[in-house]
């Protein structure tokens, strides 16, 4: 009798915890185990990035836009729809674009932006890993909207003659 109330409570437990780590895996966010980026390293950022590029990864997108020192208030500008709070990264959301910061000609960060539907964030990488999200503030999902949107076809074809 002892060995079966022995083999019945280790099998509650090993099915218990197997059930808690289900739910665990289940999470809808992306990067639910992150943090956002510190706001240190985004006051580091405004203080002394050299350079943006911001680059759509739609093949329907419009061109790529860069900054650089001399326009030190679209650097500014840029940085500020960086928000300080984590944000949440869904599983069936797609980057929009990609921003490279750049210090003296060296890339110091690196972040997918998305501005879509549920998904307004910023995901860092470093060595192809998501290392921190960030919420993207509303003037940043209206630039991004605006800057990087769908060219149309009718446009395209004006363009193109």
Known sequence: MKYLTLIFLLSSTLLFNCKKDSKKGTSN???ANLT????AIITQLNNKCTAIDILPLRKEMNASLSFSKDQSQALQYIISFIGDEKGVLLANCTPDGHVVF????????????????AC?????????????VNKMRPEGVEFFKNFLKPIS?????SLSK
Do not use: M
């Open 36 to 39: 956002a980026l510190p706001s």
């Open 102 to 117: 750049q210090e003296n000609g060296e890339i110091n960060y690196e972040a997918d932006v998305y501005f879509n539907g």
């Open 29 to 31: 966010d992306r990067a």
């Open 153 to 157: 076809a009718e446009k395209f074809d």
């Open 120 to 132: 307004t964030v910023w995901v860092w990488n470093k060595g192809g890993k998501i290392t921190h």
